[in-house]
Nanobody
Framework: QVQLVESGGGLAQAGGSLTLSCAAS????????MGWYRQAPGKQRELVAT???????NYADSVKGRFTIYRDNAKNTVYLQMNSLKPEDTAVYYC?????????????WGQGTQVTVSS
């Protein structure tokens, strides 16, 4: 069973920075992609950023230029560097990963970490 464990959430002021970490219980090489999603109260979960096994990245328009997703394969960890935080970035942030094995797609999720940005 794959486990994804997030850390690094907390309280930040608008304009500040936080870095989230997502540690996987096994090598992340085998994942087709990993990503970060977030869910604010009363809203649907939305994509924040993804990174493929080849290193290609994708960002939601709302975070482009402010957030950076990157990976450390040696540590089996994916990070989300968040700069210039805004109150609207307040949400529970979830780490995700997926792999395709024998034609079947397997999705994995972490438990989430709260990010609160004060104005």
């Amino acid at each position: 069973q794959v486990q994804l464990v997030e850390s690094g959430g907390g309280l930040a002021q608008a304009g500040g920075s936080l870095t989230l970490s997502c540690a996987a219980s096994r090598s992340i090489f085998r994942f087709n992609a990993m990503g970060w999603y977030r869910q604010a109260p009363g809203k649907q979960r939305e994509l924040v950023a993804t990174i493929t096994s080849g290193g290609s990245t994708n960002y939601a328009d709302s975070v482009k230029g402010r957030f950076t997703i990157y990976r450390d394969n040696a540590k089996n960890t994916v990070y989300l560097q968040m700069n210039s935080l805004k109150p609207e970035d307040t949400a529970v942030y979830y780490c995700s990963a997926y792999e395709v094995v024998a034609g079947l797609k397997y999705d994995y999720w972490g438990q989430g970490t709260q990010v609160t940005v004060s104005s």
